[in-house]
């Protein structure tokens, strides 16, 4: 699921991290960073993605 997780951060970051870690802080890092520019962006998604490696996904 990590490979799906980082090819989605790549094309849009947000998307990567909500689904690492939900509507928290760092989703709202994440957008924030996108829209001030797109690779700055992508490192926090996938700097999220592999940090919180551990934590169980997110249940809809």
Known sequence: MDIIRIIL??????????LQ????????????????GYVPGIIHALYVIVKYKDRTPVRY
Not at 21 to 36: D, E, R, S
């Open 9 to 18: 951060a790549l094309l849009l970051p947000p998307l990567g991290v909500f």
């Open 21 to 36: 870690v939900g509507f928290g802080a760092q989703f709202w890092i994440n957008v924030l960073l996108t829209l001030l």
